[in-house]
């Protein structure tokens, strides 16, 4: 049988499927060289990390890189770790990633306050102020003001959500 399979091999120029390589965790047989019988070991992205960890060539799973800007090009997953955008968009813009390019943040309008800010990667969102609270500017990262309580006798404007309460002095 053998001697078929390797006459068959230089006839037809067939590579034996056969492989005597033995292969730590992570690897795999590669390809067969040239004219010899041995395999060598490669890695194989068959292993799995954990949500966090990205497969490294060595056969490892390491922690996933952050992105110091903030910013992720591609996200890290199993196969690839992150790779990041190193450009910062100017203030009051932000990188948006569906447009790929920065955007004018969001302002919040009188009677609203941001309860996410601004950032480098996300727009603000954006709230109406609760009863009690009160904005007066528009602001892509303001939240709202807590209204000043006067006493009942100096109450001279209730407090609303785009104006704070004004007390009479006396």
Not at 29 to 48: A, F, I, Q, R, Y
Not at 62 to 79: F, H, M, P, V
């Amino acid at each position: 049988m053998w001697l078929h399979l390797l006459l068959l091999t230089i006839l037809v120029n067939i590579r034996p499927a056969i492989s005597f390589c033995d292969c730590p965790l992570g690897f795999e047989c590669s390809d067969l060289e040239d004219d010899k019988l041995n395999s060598t070991c490669v890695p194989t992205v068959s292993v799995l990390c954990n949500e966090g960890l990205t497969y490294l060539s060595n056969g490892t799973c390491n922690q996933c890189s952050t992105c110091l800007s903030g910013l992720e090009e591609r996200a890290c997953n199993q196969t690839h770790d992150s790779v990041c955008v190193d450009r910062l968009c100017e203030r009051e813009f932000y990188w948006n990633y569906e447009t790929s390019r920065c955007d004018l943040c969001r302002l919040c309008p009188h009677g609203s306050g941001a309860i996410v800010p601004c950032g480098p990667s996300n727009d603000a969102i954006c709230l109406q102020c609760p009863i009690g609270y009160f904005s007066d500017v528009l602001s892509y990262s303001a939240e709202c003001v807590p209204c000043t309580i006067c006493k009942n006798d100096q109450v001279v404007h209730n407090c609303t959500s785009i104006q704070d309460a004004i007390c009479n002095a006396f």
